[in-house]
Nanobody
């Protein structure tokens, strides 16, 4: 069984910063890409940022230059540093990992339970 647990969400004023963390645990053989998605009320879940096991990153246009994704492979942890936050960044942020539980099985996608980020104007 695999678990992803996010932390670091909360309420912040516009222009402020938050750092999200997500730790993967359980029966994990390897982790490929890890990422952050978000879902605002009434909207579809969207990719915010992703990072491969080799460190290559990808960002949505709406967060480029403000958010930074990073990971610690030894700790099975992915981070999202969010700066210059805007009210439109308000959403539930979900951690996501593409991983394998065994060298004999294919990859699966795991999700965290989500952490709420609220940015006040």
């Amino acid at each position: 069984q695999v678990q992803l647990v996010e932390s670091g969400g909360g309420l912040v004023q516009a222009g402020g910063s938050l750092r999200l963390s997500c730790v993967a645990s359980g029966s994990i053989f390897s982790i490929n890409a890890m990422g952050w998605y978000r879902q605002a009320p009434g909207k579809q879940r969207e990719l915010v940022a992703a990072v491969t096991s080799g460190g290559s990153t990808n960002y949505s246009d709406s967060v480029k230059g403000r958010f930074t994704i990073s990971r610690d492979n030894a700790k099975k942890t992915v981070y999202l540093q969010m700066n210059s936050l805007k009210p439109e960044d308000t959403a539930v942020y979900y951690c996501n990992a593409d991983l394998r539980t065994s060298p004999f099985y294919g990859a699966l996608v795991a999700w965290g339970q989500g952490t709420l980020v609220t940015v006040s104007s």
